[in-house]
């Protein structure tokens, strides 16, 4: 049984006890981890049903900031896990850097392409990702890859949500439980604007500036030569405020901005897909 440290509700009882059964079954797996929530829940989950059958494996690429990477490994040292990092660049990929609202699909059929030949390198048999019930409701095209590619999804199969994740990850004693959503920095482009590692990496020193000043849930959008930034509404009051305002601005223009907008939405996940939606 994996176990939780607290008690939890019948109901998330039953879904851990759903995802067991479901590890149980699959004997081996190498999980895509990126060291979010969903799959550090999903790779903890497996190792603790199949032992040293599971195998973490994390791509490097320009889209994915240092920070990540290195709490990924973290994780993995903490836990007893292997972990096999690849490095798959979607740029090589000219659908992806041209940033059409399939791009997700091609980085998602090359990552997982990557993962599937490191399995079987490995002698494990399945690889599995971590996307989650909430995933279902946003216009996700990677999920398509991941179906194309017989990947499994062992936490939508357990029918669970990010809440339920969050929360059974507390019960266990993760330190992921509470750890912000994250996306890799290619969303951050509005469609139809080429992706460049420049750009990435502009995008990634911009981030990390917010959240070394305290804005722990964060996003810069990139338009062309603007950054918007999207702070959770709680937050723009601070942000707004002169001391932090005139901080952001300078650094995001020593980092190669013209210009620098603040979303008077706030923070909202997938908000480049609104604009596909509109067009729908």
Known sequence: MIKTKEPVSEELRNKLDCLERNLKEIKSLAVGFSGGVDS??????????LGDNVIAVTNSDASIPGREL???????EKYGIRQVVCSVD?????????????????CKRGIFSE???????????????????????DYRPGLRAIEELSVKSPLREAGLYKA???????????????????ACLAS????????????????????QFLIENGFCEERVRIH???ARIEVPPKDIPRLAGDEIREAVYKRFKEIGFKFVALDMCGYRRGSMNETLKKDS
């Open 90 to 106: 979607p740029m090589k990929e000219e659908e992806y850097r041209n940033n059409g609202p399939e791009r997700c699909y091609f």
């Open 164 to 182: 339920d994740i969050r929360e059974l990850s507390k019960a266990m004693g993760l330190p992921t439980f509470n750890k912000p959503a994250y």
């Open 115 to 137: 993962i599937k030949r490191i399995a079987l390198e490995n002698g494990i048999s399945n690889v599995a990702e971590g996307s989650n019930m909430d995933d279902l409701s």
């Open 40 to 49: 550090a829940f999903l790779l903890y989950a497996a190792r603790e049903v």
């Open 188 to 207: 951050r482009f509005v469609y139809g604007e080429e992706i460049t590692k420049e750009k990435l990496h502009m995008i990634e020193l911009a981030e």
């Open 224 to 226: 062309g030569d603007i």
């Open 70 to 76: 290195d709490e990924a490994r973290e994780f993995c």
